[in-house]
């Protein structure tokens, strides 16, 4: 059964108003190469940016942390910590959140076989 020690971290995604321009910046300008393109997800490593709706109740940047067996990380995590956001299963794949010591969600996540996203 994974534990928070068999996490991995995955990325912080920043979210954007304008993708084409936060794309030009952070590929032209900084020179980060892509990973996965999505309309409104481009993933780099350890690093992400989305324009679509954000997770959280703001557009802070979210920390989210890989799992290979999201099932048991929610069993073994939802009784540990405050439940921000349940299990639920989105394209990229399943995530749930918990409130960290300070309220701040940390977002659990196991990736799907078949993203929207496709390699870059």
Not at 20 to 26: D, G, K, N, T, V
Not at 62 to 88: F, N, S, Y
Request: charged share 20%.
């Amino acid at each position: 059964m994974p534990t928070p020690s068999s996490a991995q971290f995955a990325l912080a995604v920043r979210y954007v108003n304008n993708m084409p321009a936060a794309r030009h910046f952070y590929v032209d300008v900084l020179g980060l190469k892509p990973e996965r393109e999505h309309a409104a997800f481009i993933q780099f490593d350890h690093f992400a940016l989305a324009s679509d709706a954000p997770l959280g109740d703001d557009r802070a940047a979210e920390l989210c942390w890989l799992v290979a067996d999201i099932d048991d990380a929610w069993q073994t995590l939802k009784d540990q910590a405050r439940v921000r956001m349940p299990l639920r299963s989105l394209p990229f794949g399943r995530i749930f959140s918990i409130d960290d010591a300070d309220g701040h969600p940390c977002y659990v996540m196991q990736w799907a076989e078949q993203r929207p996203s496709q390699p870059a």
